[in-house]
């Protein structure tokens, strides 16, 4: 199955169930998210955070034959924004990543040079933009709309 189809996405969330399941229930850790294969748990304590990953290392590897991530599966401070389902995440607001972004003012640069008609174009931003709009990110939707206006 090709990564991203709905069929694996729906098969992910079915088996990794189980993980939900003894997070929840068995490390009884009150703040988990998980979407398709990607979950963060939020904690004061580092060190719990760290028995935990071990736990749940141990548990995947036995109980559903997978592993962690080794460059992905980290514990950092949610100070310094967690980067999870398209968004960097702090406490109390969320941003885009800075890649996406980029790829947008790029799509605008092919826009101006006649790469992208307008027709796609508009396409392009309606769905980056209500994208964006998860985000706290009125004043770049702004400038950019400023931007598009400007051309």
């Known amino acids: 199955m090709p990564l991203g189809n709905l069929t694996s996405q729906f098969f992910a969330n079915v088996y990794l169930n189980e993980l939900d399941y003894f997070v929840k229930h068995k490390l009884k850790a009150k703040y988990y998210i998980r979407y398709v294969d ?22 995947l590897n036995k109980k559903l034959n997978l592993e962690l991530h080794k460059d992905k ?4 401070s949610l100070s310094n924004g967690v980067d999870f389902v398209g968004f960097r995440n702090f406490y109390y607001f969320r941003l885009l990543r800075k890649r996406n972004i980029k790829t947008m003012r790029t799509k605008i640069k092919r826009y101006e040079k006649g790469e992208i008609s307008q027709d796609k174009f508009n396409e392009i931003f309606q769905g980056w933009s209500a994208y964006a709009n998860w ?17």
């Open 73 to 76: 599966s980290k514990i950092i």
């Open 135 to 151: 985000a706290n990110s009125y004043n770049l939707i702004q400038n950019i709309i400023k931007l598009l206006k400007s051309l």
């Open 38 to 59: 990607d979950f963060v748990i939020l904690h004061s304590s580092k060190t719990q955070l760290m028995e935990w990953m071990r736990e749940i290392s141990n548990f």
